[in-house]
């Protein structure tokens, strides 16, 4: 077993730690030569059809789904069509309005959820053409779905998904970029200017790795509490929906994510001294709003840890109790780094309350019952 995992103390540390191979692996051979395109080749679906879609359905099942929100994001902003993200298990029962024009976008790492399935057959029912994002070849989602990129992410044994979720992520942003390089809604600079980005992430992801240390000793100012708040704007939202996540799956510690402009319309009432408040400010046109949103935290007696982006530890100093800098990459690709503090954050406090991190209580690695 020792073997397996590499000298890691557990599967959930050493997938962390293989996200830069993930990334790496995920986007070989799927970025021209001259860094300038995107080719996916195992794509079916042509320009034409391609050019005729008019909406995205993205469906999936917990951190899946919290991919799916980024996808979201990052269609919206590449290809200018409207996205609506759903959970598996309400999706066929709402009578979604899915049209032949309707692109459905499965997400799921083990490609067997039962409920995923289920959409991705309601989706093709009602006509509409399903693309999966998985990690798994050969497995029922990817047989069954009319387009699939694969996630180069490799096995992913502990429950809590690691490597999978920012593989996903990275999948998102090719199929981003291929589509909206199909139908011209970037140009060639445009996409190649994302590219670059994208190939410095394994780096950057090395370098918040070889500060993992600095969460472990954060985490005693979460782990003695019986409930947190992750807050974000934006993108970062939809991160601090993972974040939170994998916080409570692991270690059990009851914590809800809030996009920060909501906080003061119900949930600031449950801020008292001391309550541990997780902020993402990685949107630089979101900053200003998200150092107000955190002030009105910290005046209610919260403890912030802040993750930021390098460059403005100065200056958020004044406003929270501990932060994170993560390295600056464009703002439509911050999740790819700034899940890994959080990822990392989840896992000493798992190890510092004494629970399984690898198989947490009442929870499998894939649920395939509906
Ligand atoms: C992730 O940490 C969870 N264990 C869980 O939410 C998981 O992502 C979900 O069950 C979906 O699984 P899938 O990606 O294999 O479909």
């Known amino acids: 077993m020792t073997a397996e995992k590499a000298g890691f103390d557990h599967f959930m540390l050493k997938e962390i730690h293989e996200q830069p191979k993930a990334y790496r692996d995920t986007m070989l051979g799927r970025i021209s030569d001259d860094g300038r395109s995107v080719a996916l080749p195992e794509l079916k679906i042509t320009a034409e059809q ?12 917990g951190t899946a789904l919290h991919a799916g929100l980024v996808g979201k994001n990052v269609i919206e902003n590449l290809v200018r069509i409207p996205v ?17 024009d309707t692109l459905v976008i499965v997400v799921s790492q083990s490609g067997e959820t039962a409920d995923t399935l289920a959409a991705l057959r309601e989706a093709q029912r009602c006509g509409a053409r399903v693309l999966a994002i998985t990690n798994v070849v050969g497995s029922s989602v990817a047989r069954e779905a009319d387009d699939v990129i694969i996630t180069l992410a490799g096995p992913e044994i502990a429950v809590a998904s690691t490597k999978a979720y920012s593989s996903q992520l990275i999948a998102f942003f090719l199929f981003g970029l291929y589509w909206a390089q199909t139908i011209g809604t970037k140009d060639e600079a445009e996409v190649a200017h994302v590219l670059a980005a994208m190939q410095s992430l394994p780096e950057q992801v090395e370098k918040i790795l070889a500060q993992a240390e600095v969460l472990k000793e954060v985490v005693e100012s979460i782990s003695h509490h019986s409930s947190l708040f992750f807050i974000g704007r934006g993108i970062d939202y939809a991160v601090a929906m993972e974040g939170s996540l994998k916080l ?20 600031l009432a449950l801020i008292e001294e001391g309550t541990p408040v997780i902020a993402l400010l990685t949107q630089e046109d979101l900053y200003e709003k998200m150092l107000s949103n955190i002030k009105e935290t910290k005046a209610r007696g919260a403890d912030v840890l802040g993750i930021i982006n390098e460059g403005h530890e100065a200056e958020v100093a004044k406003s929270v109790d501990r932060q994170f800098a993560i390295p600056r990459t464009l703002p439509l690709l911050t999740p790819a780094l700034s899940v890994v503090p959080l990822q990392l954050l989840s896992y000493y406090a ?21």
């Open 350 to 370: 798992s190890l510092a309350l004494g629970h399984d991190v690898d198989k947490p209580r009442n929870l499998a690695k894939s649920v395939t019952v509906e």
């Open 248 to 267: 409570k799956e692991i270690s059990y510690i009851h914590s809800e994510a809030y996009a920060a402009g909501e906080l003061k319309h119900g949930t």
């Open 50 to 61: 391609l050019k005729e879609i008019n909406r995205v359905h993205i469906v999936a099942c």
């Open 84 to 100: 609506e993200t759903d959970v598996a298990s309400e999706y066929r029962y709402r009578s979604p309005i899915i049209t032949p």
